[in-house]
């Protein structure tokens, strides 16, 4: 009930391409669904979120679609850059109680 | 606006021994989090603190692994006796209310037992 499933693990592009990480979540109690970035050596930073009212938002190259009914969720990178390269982590959690589940990582390369 | 700090960086020991870690919030978050992310995997909640209370500790191991924020500001974390399973990157962060905002994470603290 409280897992959240990332793929795929690995995800190697060119650079200008699209990027794409899927995940999916089994509780449907989960209404905040953020996307983090993750450097070696550092900790996890927020990409961007969203809530399940609307099935997409956009900001900059980054854009997360939702799909409420299949419980899936996606985090797409547009003209992916070198400076992408990086493990991205989905996460949810519901609004009552902060506790956020991570999905598994993707590590993003983008090839120059 | 200062980050996340997490104090020391990278930890090395024998199994059995005992080790902590400190964590200092953001100046003015009320809430604290305490991380295991283990390499390959996604960071797991072990414990979250709302000023000194304890909100959420269901997933902290407690006969090894205890933790505290007597003060409302800095957190330590402590694990008594480690176990080779315990070594992984140990995470704090910080939000400034208990619902809703985002998290802050610090560099986390790199632990290898040995």
């Known amino acids: 009930q409280q897992q959240v499933k990332q793929s795929p693990q690995s995800l190697i592009v060119q650079k200008g391409g699209i990027s794409i990480i899927n995940c999916a979540y089994e509780n449907t109690a989960f209404d905040y669904f953020p996307w983090y970035q993750q450097f070696p050596g550092k900790g996890p930073a927020l990409l961007i979120a969203?809530?399940?009212?609307?099935s997409e938002k956009k900001e900059g190259r980054f854009t997360i679609s939702f799909n409420k009914s299949a419980k899936q969720f996606s985090l797409h990178i547009m003209d992916s850059q070198p400076g992408d390269s990086a493990t991205y982590f989905c996460a949810a959690s519901k609004t009552s109680g902060s506790r956020l589940t991570f999905g598994e990582g993707t590590q993003l390369t983008v090839n120059p | 606006e200062a980050g996340v700090a997490q104090s020391p960086r990278y930890k090395i020991i024998e199994k059995r021994q005992s080790v902590a870690f400190w964590c200092n919030p953001i100046?003015?978050?009320?809430?604290l989090y305490w991380y295991q992310q283990i390499l390959g995997q996604g960071p797991k909640l072990l414990i979250q603190f709302q000023n000194n209370g304890v909100v959420d500790d269901s997933q902290l191991p407690k006969d090894r692994f205890s933790a505290e924020r007597l003060k409302g500001v800095d957190s330590t974390l402590k694990i008594q006796p480690a176990k080779l399973e315990d070594s992984a990157v140990y995470l704090c962060?910080?939000?400034?209310?208990?619902?809703?905002?985002?998290?802050?994470f610090g560099p986390g603290t790199r632990l290898t037992v040995l």
């Open positions: 969203i809530r399940p009212d609307v």
């Open positions: 962060a910080s939000r400034l209310t208990s619902i809703g905002g985002e998290q802050f």
């Open positions: 100046s003015g978050h009320a809430t």
